[in-house]
Every structure is written in C-alpha cells, then in structure tokens.
Nanobody, 126 residues
Framework: QVHLVEFGGGLVQAWGSLRVSCAAS????????MGWFRQAPGKEREFVAA????????YYADSVKGRFTITIDNAKNTVYLQMNSLKPEDTAVYYC???????????????????WGQGTQVTVSS
C-alpha cells in the first residue's frame, strides 16, 4: 500500500497561485503514476492531473490545462501541483493519489486512484 500526505493548501485570491505537495511512502513501486483529484462540497470527485513516476507522461483535465502543472521528484517521492490563475471554481479539497499499472492513461478519472491521502483544502476567493 502507498501512504500519502498532502501539504500546502490554503486561501488565495482569484488569479493567484498556490502549490500543493504530496509525500508518498510505502509500496510506491507498485504504482505506475501519481496524481491529484479534487472534491468540492456537494459535487463528485473530479480528476485534475497525473504524472508517471518517470515524469515522462503527464495528463490534465481540460478544466485545468494551461493553468496547473504537475511535477514529480523521484528522489523525494514527492509530487507537486503548481496552480496558477486560480478561479473560485477551483475551490475544493485536493487529494493526492496513486494510479496502478494498467490504468487507461488518456481516460483517467478520479475512480482510477487506488490510494489517497487525507486531502488539503484549497479555497479561492473572488
């Protein structure tokens, strides 16, 4: 099992930036990729972004493409999500999770995450 802890959420004004981090431990070798999904109050989980452990492949939801960047530091087993040009609709709890081998990369969804952390709140004020 992969253990995940998210850091770095907070309150930011619209069009501002924020970076959230996720430290992974445990059986990370059993995962093909890491990623982020989010959940706003009263809404379903929404896939945000994913990156392979090699860093060679990334995939973004259309809603964040061009504004968010996912990166990975293999030496630290840490995944980052840099969020720029934030909008109020980005407000949600952001969860980091691992994606197992065999997942269909270009149709990734929140349901593809096998394990996830406790989440970190990101609030964007208008």
């Amino acid at each position: 099992q992969v253990h995940l802890v998210e850091f770095g959420g907070g309150l930011v004004q619209a069009w501002g930036s924020l970076r959230v981090s996720c430290a992974a431990s445990g059986r990370t070798f059993s995962s093909y990729a890491m990623g982020w999904f989010r959940q706003a109050p009263g809404k379903e989980r929404e896939f945000v972004a994913a990156i392979s452990w090699s860093g060679g492949s990334t995939y973004y939801a259309d809603s964040v493409k061009g504004r968010f960047t996912i990166t990975i530091d293999n030496a630290k087993n840490t995944v980052y999500l840099q969020m720029n040009s934030l909008k109020p609709e980005d407000t949600a709890v952001y969860y980091c999770g691992d994606i197992p081998y065999g997942s269909s990369w270009y149709t990734l969804s929140a349901a593809d995450f096998r394990s996830w952390g406790q989440g970190t709140q990101v609030t964007v004020s208008s």
